[in-house]
């Protein structure tokens, strides 16, 4: 796989990162390509595609964290693999400089340079191992002060019953010592899941999957780590670290992980599950310009569970003009709202107690006397959310042994799991 150019820009178009390797692709390639983004003009509804063609230049780009990882290119490469080189530098990157910001690649800008050298010769990904560019890598990071950082990562937003889980593993590079000169022996397993679900018009289930990763982000100096479950798996797959001797016979994973962070395992579950929401919703013409819209979400967790950040949209037929909504009494946190200009109803609720039900009626205005099967011109009802220390496969890391060093060798541990919605949908 080649590349000829490599930058990332800003949410404004500024130019963080620029490397040029070939030569191939004229100037003025982020400025083509932050216009390109910022005016798309093939859907006026829609974001730019994470891959697109100008001027005979092909332009691949991830955002993480709003800033925009983009690689050019002139020839014909695999669109998937260029998507995950962008997304391993940026891990990389994090890796290095303990946090993923504008403000942490400008005060960085000479080690993120050194590292685009090793991770690209003249255009060839040479390693996105962290572990590796260890050996040719010298600088040191200049650390951000996490009281000037904002979340950006799940382990933000985790809390062991009413005690804040550290969120260390957020800020913190593998190369940087504590100021004390020691290094702090941690280890993070995450359990994220994303789930994807289909409900028919009258509530049943048609389609469920979940698809989950462990991620570990280590940061020990001498160890050996295991996890085990029971869950049974359609697939999955491993890190190459992982030594599986004894997965089949316990479900063992054994590894000397690398630093930084890393998937150990992805996982593939079609098996039938609960899904943590249950969603009912109903649309009724209501008169000759007029329909009414429910919609209902139930929620079915634990009531010591709590979701946060959840959204629910539902496209609505074309001529509607106008909407107004009715939020249940004593609806704190909860936003309703029309955006006219793709006809989309959207409900946002900061959160969800486990057990709970919400309900969200919205009368609907037509610009014109409406003649077609109404329920087929709105919807499907999509739902996005996430859900810390919570799992819908029930997979769960049994133990997570250290071989210890010495008697006096005793890192910190921490597993976490969360619950996202990758595509929650409720037909009408």
């Known amino acids: 796989m080649m590349i000829s150019q490599f930058f990332v820009l800003s949410q404004r178009g500024d130019n963080i990162v620029f490397r040029d390797y070939r030569a191939e692709v004229p100037k003025g390639s982020t400025e083509t390509f932050f216009r390109k983004v910022k005016f798309w003009k093939e859907d006026a509804n829609a974001e730019a595609p994470p891959i697109f063609n100008v001027d005979g230049v092909n332009y691949f780009h991830v955002k993480v964290v709003g800033l925009y990882f983009v690689a050019t290119t002139r020839v014909n490469v695999s669109p998937s693999l260029v998507l995950e080189l962008l997304q391993r530098i940026a891990r ?5 400089l303990g946090v993923l910001n504008e403000d942490s690649f400008r005060k960085n800008f000479v080690l993120v340079y050194e590292l685009l050298d090793e991770v690209i010769d003249f255009g060839y990904v040479q390693t996105t191992s962290t572990e590796v560019l260890k050996s040719y890598v010298f600088n040191e990071p200049i650390v951000i002060a996490p009281a000037r950082l904002q979340p950006i990562d799940p382990a933000a937003i985790f809390t062991q019953g009413a005690k804040r889980m550290p969120g260390t593993a957020v800020t913190k590079s593998v190369v940087a010592n504590d100021p004390s000169g020691r290094r702090r022996e941690e280890i993070f397993v995450d359990i994220i899941e994303k789930i994807s679900v289909t409900f028919s018009s009258s509530g049943y289930i048609l389609t469920s999957e979940i ?15 295991s996890s085990g479950s029971g869950v049974i798996l359609d697939d999955c797959n491993f890190h190459e670290s992982v030594r599986l001797d004894s997965f089949d016979s316990d479900r063992t994973l054994s590894l000397v992980p690398p630093d930084g962070e890393f998937p150990v395992m992805n996982y593939r579950m079609t098996q039938e599950f609960k899904p943590p929401f249950h969603v009912n919703t109903l649309i009724e013409e209501a008169g000759r310009l007029k329909a009414e819209v429910i919609i209902k979400i139930r929620a079915e967790f634990p009531s010591d569970i709590i979701a946060n950040t959840i959204t629910v949209q539902m496209p609505l037929p074309n001529f509607t003009s106008r909407a107004s909504f009715g939020l249940e009494p004593g609806a704190a946190g909860q936003k309703s709202d029309f955006k006219e200009t793709n006809k989309m109803l959207e409900w946002s609720l900061k959160k969800i107690v486990g057990g709970a039900e919400h309900t969200l009626r919205a009368k609907l205005t037509f610009s014109q006397e409406f003649h077609g099967n109404i329920t087929k011109e709105a919807g499907p009802v999509s739902m996005t959310f996430t859900i810390p220390m919570y799992n819908v496969s029930k997979l769960q890391v049994k133990y997570l042994q250290i071989a210890k060093k010495s008697s006096s060798y005793n890192p910190y541990r921490w597993v976490r799991y969360v619950t996202q919605a990758n595509s929650y949908v409720a037909r009408i």
């Open 92 to 96: 990389v990157i994090k890796d290095y």
């Open 211 to 225: 698809d989950g990763t462990i991620q570990m982000k280590s940061y020990l100096s001498d160890y050996r780590s």
